[in-house]
């Protein structure tokens, strides 16, 4: 789960992790109060930032009033211009997209004088099964350009588990950053800082980019990027709560509520499989068919007639979808279950009407999948069976090419 960047610094804030000052809001009115109570507590300097669930927000421009996501204001008036021309619009990033997203919230934030930017994150190694703190002098870029052009400045320290971070590896990261003094003891309590809140609320990353020191050596976070774990969420239902499902894909949202785990893609082979890497190999096969695969789709375990309607429902949002492939492997659930669920969820009226014209292509492997087979050559619909993964991938090419 993602917050906006003003959520995150809240939660930092929390656990002593410096940060600017900062007041979200949602209309012009609020923007322009919130900067001149910052005026009056001595900012002479404000950042108004778009507030999306995307990253390039600097180098993005608005659809409408061509304005950055990110807009340097020296007075209360161009902080009401930048409101205005945010507010409202769609803020296309190169993570947007083209469609871009809409700016219903923008952050108004105490401007900081930078000598230095740096970059910090941390997440979870799962090659080695450890949290991962990584450090980079190269502030404000993206940490996977700095990891292709030059990987050799990024320096990490691992976490073993079960332990806090050490002192003595947030002295190295705070070393390699070049820091001195009191910057350097400034970054030490940061970095303690930082892996604690990362620990405690169930993030699976936390991305400050930049990180920056000022002239007077003080050291914080200028942006934040924060995520949660979603299979912690039943702990950390404070964080919950900062949930923007208006950030969200529609459809993707509606899918999680059945408890289906859904991304949609750009294709037009629907798939719906259980478990994540058999879906993986799937859509490896689509795309060997010739086809492309519109969506990922892991139904689970315990694939019955409830969650392949909701299936069904869910890929068939998607207009581009032109064929359906069912893969799946009866381990915890029989195959010839799955087959009459498949078959009751087509029956559906209101399934059967929106796949009239798409044809569907079943593969059940496992317990019972012989008889699973039958079930489904028998059934009178418009479903074709297949055995090997090779024949439904045959089969997937033949009826895109019809």
């Known amino acids: 789960m993602k917050i906006h960047e003003y959520q995150a610094k809240e939660i930092l804030k929390e656990y002593g992790v410096a940060v600017p000052d900062g007041v979200a809001a949602d209309s012009v009115d609020d923007a322009v109060k919130a900067a001149k109570e910052m005026k009056e507590k001595g900012s002479s300097l404000f950042v108004v930032k778009a507030m999306i669930h995307a990253g390039g927000r600097g180098k993005g421009r608005t659809k409408e009033s061509n304005a950055k996501g990110v807009i340097l204001c020296k007075t209360i008036d161009e902080v009401k211009q930048a409101a205005e021309d945010l507010l409202g619009d769609t803020l296309v990033t190169i993570q947007t997209g083209d469609k871009g997203q809409k700016v219903n919230t923008i952050y108004v934030t105490d401007g900081v004088d930078i000598e230095e930017e740096y970059y910090l994150g941390i997440l979870l190694d799962r090659g080695k099964s450890k949290n991962v703190i990584m450090v980079s002098t190269e502030g404000g870029v993206e940490i996977e350009q700095v990891a292709e052009e030059t990987p050799e400045k990024i320096i990490k320290e691992w976490v073993e588990p079960g332990m806090d971070l050490q002192p003595n590896q947030a002295r190295r990261l705070a070393f390699a950053l070049g820091l001195e003094g009191d910057a350097f003891k400034k970054a030490v309590k940061f970095i303690m800082a930082l892996y604690k809140c990362y620990e405690e609320t169930d993030a699976n990353l936390v991305e400050i980019n930049p990180l920056v020191k000022t002239p007077g050596g003080d050291v914080m976070a200028l942006d934040a990027k924060f995520t949660f774990d979603d299979n912690a969420m039943y702990r950390q239902k404070e964080y919950a709560e900062l949930r923007d499902e ?149 089969a997937v090419s033949k009826v895109l090419a019809a």
């Open 246 to 394: 208006s950030e969200e894909n529609p459809i993707e949202l509606e899918a999680s509520k059945y408890g289906l785990n859904y991304i949609k893609l750009d294709g037009n082979v629907g798939c719906m499989v259980n478990g994540a890497g058999l879906a993986m190999a799937t859509m490896d096969i689509i795309k060997l068919s010739g086809g492309e695969p519109a969506n990922f789709l892991d139904v689970g375990g315990g694939a019955n007639v409830d969650t392949v309607k909701n299936g069904f429902r869910i890929i068939l949002e998607d207009k581009n979808v032109e064929a359906i492939l069912i893969n799946i492997f009866g381990g915890i659930v029989r195959c010839d279950r799955v087959a009459n669920g498949v078959i009751e969820a087509i029956k559906d009226p209101e399934i059967a009407k929106k796949v009239e014209n798409v044809p569907i292509i079943v593969r059940l492997q496992g317990t019972n999948a012989v008889e699973a087979k039958e079930i489904i050559d028998n059934s009178d619909l418009n479903v074709i069976s297949a055995v090997l993964l090779k024949e439904a991938a045959e």
